[in-house]
């Protein structure tokens, strides 16, 4: 590798300089290679030789002897963990550099219009300073599966609950025959009922701990003219008791919800149980009717999205990753808005376009080329995501996580070590940069 | 940030000012018409900043409750709240230590890197050899590298060279990586410096390397004190380099990458840990977000 760094330092040594004296030449020589020495030795040995090097081990086999041609290549598209990695990468590439852009031109074009803005900014950026993989820390903690724990869940818990409260028992059964149905479908009582009359419903298998709290001895029901009255309650007492029959010591159950449909099974009432499981329908027709528990009554409380499992891990780290670029995304388009002349919106508004028509025709158009910077230096990012999977994704979920950088870091020093492999992917990783690394030098040479 | 943002502001802000005679009715009806914005904004924010301040509470929480409940119980019941964790922590050698080490990285190699790239800057921009665009070229082609295309080779050769797990061995591979960058910004910003300056510095018969350590190093100290603080904070807040090239030379993202194999049960390490990580570099983008956000804006290339 000594021999790279010769050979590029040697260019500033070539010998048709448009200087005469060769004493005052071989000066000049000696002062750029003491200014770029430095610099090309290390770009020399630490980048070029090593790439070259790696491109040429992805052809050798594990243990470097044998020459393979592309074997280590049919392996990276063929085996079931790397084309994984490939697909993972894929849906990172297609959903991450756009989502950055969005979010960063919204919150670039909304601080405009807010006094706090720099402290707004300070804020969303914050994230950039820390490391990947402490933001990996980050969100592992708020995607805790247990709403007690992962703050995420916690607050999707929060709305449901208040959408579709969770029921007041978990199980039950019928205690008669006379009530047929399940805690998934509810119960509905067989005996056909009209107004005035009485429907009893007793539940057993409801274990003494989840009876609801604050529930009161059951009452029978008493018919009552042009009402349906009823009780759902616990027909057990310590002892046993007799099924169908409500006795001392058997519980009401509070909170439970009680539908009573038409003939057509059509809900046409809806209560909720007393503290001692007593309920009313008021105003009740001619016709004959039928009372059921409504299975709501048995609704499972929100026990927690798997974030980190298997299926949604690839998303949680998505927007981990987002949360610490979109500040990137934002400053930086934030800078080119700034460079917009004012003059042109204004007189676009004055002329009586809506602030949409003025973002959507002016703004983003004139935008375009920072949009793109960004959007690209997202997809490089991308392609290299690396750290925030590993201390995201928990070990049993790292395969469904796993990508392209990750799987050859996986490969070349987690254990299989493998590598010619290794450099199989490094080399494809290397391969998928290449447009990004000749747009970049395009744009330079437009520049200058 | 304020670089970018005070024109703007400025400019949103100049039609509104000009209305002595405005009502105080008007005035209010006028924020309150901008009042879902700033909830909106604020709520933003919130979404910024609750993921960090939940990890430094979960830091705060006894090792025994952390399992048992989330961090947010902490706002409520302030009185759980416990430095143990950290005094722990700073008990713990091989943590102490891995801070060190990051320390040692983080410094040298920044150190390095601005030395070597300013004078490879001040080359491109200002000598003459033959070959400079065609060189400059490559360093930006060099810019979107895969550290990963170097992994494997370089793992190869600190083992013969005695370079494996040594804190020489990370800082040389920092500084290499940080070169294409580093001289990229250094070389746009001293080519910006007047001509005029410099031609008559050298009409004077000062030498190049005078030029460069009088002239060009105080000039250009906005851009190389960029090109520091980024460098900085890159290297102290790398994973993948010092988990590849060390052992025993633990960086502070690498010890805690060890704790983890096992999270869950010494969440109560990890998590201070993971803020004493990411604080000092909090602390150093606040202090200099303005130089930050400058090299972020001169090279968001990379």
């Not at chain 1, 159950?253 to 809900?267: C, E, F, R, S």
């Not at chain 1, 009717?289 to 929100?302: G, L, N, S, V």
């Not at chain 2, 993202?253 to 096992?262: E, G, N, P, Y």
Request: net charge neutral; hydrophobic share 55%.
């Amino acid at each position: 590798m000594a021999a790279d760094a010769s050979v590029s330092v040697s260019e500033g040594h070539a010998p048709h300089l448009p200087e005469p004296s060769g004493a005052g030449r071989w000066r000049r020589h000696a002062v750029t290679a003491i200014f770029l020495g430095p610099a090309l030795v290390f770009l020399a040995v630490w980048i070029v030789y090593p790439t070259i090097r790696t491109v040429i081990r992805s052809f050798f086999d594990r243990s470097g002897d044998n020459f393979v041609w592309f074997d280590n290549y049919k392996t990276l598209f063929t085996s079931d963990t790397l084309v994984k990695a490939i697909e993972n990468n894929a849906i990172w590439l297609a959903v991450v550099p756009a989502t950055v852009v969005a979010i960063g031109l919204i919150f670039a074009v909304l601080t405009e219009r807010i006094r706090w803005s720099v402290a707004f900014k300070i804020v969303v950026f914050m994230p950039m300073a820390i490391s990947l993989f402490a933001a990996g820390v980050i969100w592992h903690i708020m995607f805790q599966k247990d709403p007690d724990q992962g703050a995420v869940n916690a607050a999707i818990k929060v709305a449901r609950d208040a959408v579709v409260p969770a029921g007041v028992l978990t199980s039950a059964n019928a205690s008669t025959p006379g009530l047929r149905g399940d805690p998934d479908q509810g119960f509905v009582l067989r005996a056909p009922l009209r107004a005035g009359a009485t429907a009893t419903m007793g539940l057993t298998a409801i274990p003494p701990a989840q009876v609801p709290a604050g529930a009161k001895q059951a009452v029978p029901p008493r018919g009552e003219a042009g009402k349906i009255t009823g009780v759902v309650w616990r027909d057990f007492r310590p002892g046993g008791g007799k099924p169908g029959v409500v006795e001392r010591g058997e519980q009401g159950i509070p909170g439970a919800t009680v539908n009573l449909q038409d003939a057509n099974g059509k809900v046409v009432k809806t209560e909720t149980t007393g503290d001692d499981g007593s309920f009313t329908f008021a105003g009740v027709g001619a016709g004959s009717y039928r009372a059921a528990i409504d299975k709501d009554t048995f609704a499972k409380p929100f026990d927690g999205i798997a974030w980190l499992g298997p299926k949604l891990i690839t998303p949680a780290c998505m927007i981990a990753y987002i949360w610490v670029w979109a500040g990137f995304s934002m400053v930086v388009i934030a800078a080119g808005l700034s460079a917009i002349s004012r003059e042109v919106l204004e007189a676009a508004r004055t002329d009586g376009a809506t602030e949409w028509q003025v973002f959507r025709r002016i703004t983003v158009p004139m935008l375009a080329p920072v949009l793109s910077v960004v959007f690209v230096t997202m997809l490089i990012n991308v392609l290299k995501v690396f750290d925030i999977i590993l201390s995201v994704a928990p070990g049993s979920s790292q395969d469904d996580a796993n990508v392209i950088a990750l799987a050859m870091w996986r490969t070349s020093f987690g254990g299989v070590n493998d590598f010619g492999l290794g450099s199989a992917i490094a080399t494809f990783l290397f391969l998928l940069v290449i447009p990004a690394l000749l747009l970049n030098v395009r744009r330079f040479k437009r520049e200058s | 940030m304020e670089a970018a943002t005070v024109p703007a502001q400025r400019r949103v802000e100049a039609p509104v000012a000009p209305r002595p005679q405005e009502s105080w009715f008007a005035k209010v009806g006028r924020y309150a018409a901008k009042l879902p914005l700033q909830l909106l904004m604020a709520a933003i924010a919130l979404l910024w900043l609750i993921p960090t301040l939940g990890l430094f509470l979960t830091s705060l929480m006894p090792a025994g409750s952390i399992a048992e409940q989330g961090w947010w119980k902490v706002i409520s019941h302030p009185s759980q709240a416990t430095f143990d964790n950290y005094n722990a922590l700073f008990d713990n050698n091989d943590l102490t230590k891995a801070l060190v080490t990051t320390a040692e990285i983080a410094v040298g190699n920044t150190l390095i890197l601005v030395v070597a790239a300013a004078l490879a800057g001040y080359a491109f921009a200002w000598l003459e050899f033959p070959g400079r665009d065609v060189l400059f070229v490559v360093v930006i082609g060099l810019l979107v590298v895969p550290i990963q295309v170097a992994l494997i080779p370089i793992f190869s050769l600190y083992n013969s060279a005695g370079l494996f797990d040594t804190v020489v061995g990370l800082v040389l591979f920092h500084v290499a990586f940080g070169m294409p960058f580093a001289i990229f910004l250094l070389r746009n910003f001293f080519a910006g410096i007047p001509k005029d300056i410099l031609e008559s510095a050298r009409i004077d018969g000062a030498s190049e390397l005078r030029i460069f350590f009088r002239l060009i190093l105080p000039l250009g100290l906005p851009a190389i004190a960029s090109l520091a603080i980024f460098q900085f904070l890159w290297t102290w807040n790398d994973l993948i380099v010092a988990l590849t090239f060390g052992r025993n030379t633990q960086p502070i993202t690498v010890a805690i990458f060890s704790q983890l194999r096992q999270f869950g049960t010494n969440i109560e390490l990890i998590a201070p840990a993971s803020f004493v990580s990411l604080a000092l570099p909090l602390v150093v983008f606040l202090a200099f977000q303005r130089y930050f956000v400058q090299g972020l804006l001169a090279g968001s290339v990379k």
